[in-house]
């Protein structure tokens, strides 16, 4: 006998489990009341299928991979009213989709379902990137994740900057804030801070419904082949980013933009403590996410002595977690005052004895040009174009266009421009 969770709501529950309770082979042998009894008896291990009704509250691509993790299968029931139902069920990863029956024989119908998902190879959380070759034609943005450690060197001055260049030099980008520590990036640009940005995205791909459209709504034009997803900069509000449903996000941004830029939060520690509660969102998951799913990843450090040991062991750090396995790094503030009459050359010979590293962007200190840039919540590029910092911001969007040459031409999608003239409107508020 194959054990059954059901977790169908309605009047479709009595037809199912009678169904299943006259069947040979299938045996229901849990009926749960709600997603959270649904997991907690797939944990347990009662049960290897489950049938689950569209409607179920909170039922997510996250519930789904958890329940596959506890090596359970899923059929969905779609509800025969709502023509979205199928998609929100395929997007929040069921292994298959069957009508919900309103009789006997759609009842028969969903005991066959899950027979045959019951013969099919045994579900594993798919927590792996998805191969490049593998993506869909259309899906071939590159996604930058910016990083850096603890100390403010200049994550966010560096994400704003360089989307702003890589969208001036042609290629669309979207610019995301993924920072759980107090998103900046909407202040940063002089965007109203209320757009439900990143957090509405992960929400909308949690459920199955974020699209090209959908991801292009939330994300307001800003320049011209520039688009800004906010984050969040109440700090209490990380759980919302906390999801694994972000990772569907970077995967429709990347058929909206050549480039998705993120600014990340600075912290990779995997909140040991809470471990042991699996489904407790962790805060440092939507970065650790990202750093994993991200073609390349800008590690930015502070050019003073402090910061520069933190970059050193930033970049351990990354080594050890089997993160940004591409990487440029880049020095920030590099000055005399902190670094000796030829700073340059003193952070250069720092990185390349202590990190190996030969090949760093160094941005000068340029307190002037930020500022201004600040102050007017504009981009370098608009409001000191001939700045220090600027100018080594364009050189370091160079490197990375360089560095992630477009993915082998595919009908349509070379430079994601086709999928990127996707509605809205919108500017800074
Ligand atoms: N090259 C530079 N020269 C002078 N000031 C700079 C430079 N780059 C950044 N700054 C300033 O340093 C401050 C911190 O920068 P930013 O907010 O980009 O850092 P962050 O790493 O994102 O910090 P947080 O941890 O708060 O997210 C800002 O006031 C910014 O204007
Ligand atoms: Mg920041």
Known sequence: MIGVLCAVQGGAEALVVQALDAHPQLQVTRRCADLTELLAA???GLGRLAVVSSALAHLD??????????????????????????????????????????????????????LRLSVAQAPQADRTPVPEEARPAAARGAVVAVWGPTGAPGRTTIAVNLAAELAAAGGSVLLADADTYGGSVAQVVGMLDEAPGLAAAVRQAGQGMLDLTALARLAPVLAPDLRVLSGTSRADRWPELASSALESVWQVARSIARWTVVDTGFCLEQDEVLTYDTHAPQRNAATLRTLETADLVVVVGAADPVGIQRLVRALAELTDLGLGARRLVMVNRVRASVAGPRPGEAVAQALARYAGVTDAVLVPEDRAGTDTALLEARMLREIAPGSPARRAIAQAAARVAQLLPPAPASAGAEDGSAASDVVASGSRG
């Open 42 to 44: 797939a944990e347990a």
């Open 61 to 114: 691509r996250e519930s789904v991979d958890a329940l596959h993790a506890a090596g359970v299968r899923v059929l969905g029931l779609s509800d025969p009213a709502s023509v979205w139902s199928v998609e929100r069920l395929r997007g929040a990863g069921v292994d298959d989709v069957v009508l919900e029956p309103f009789d006997e024989l759609g009842a028969r119908d969903v005991a066959d379902g899950l």
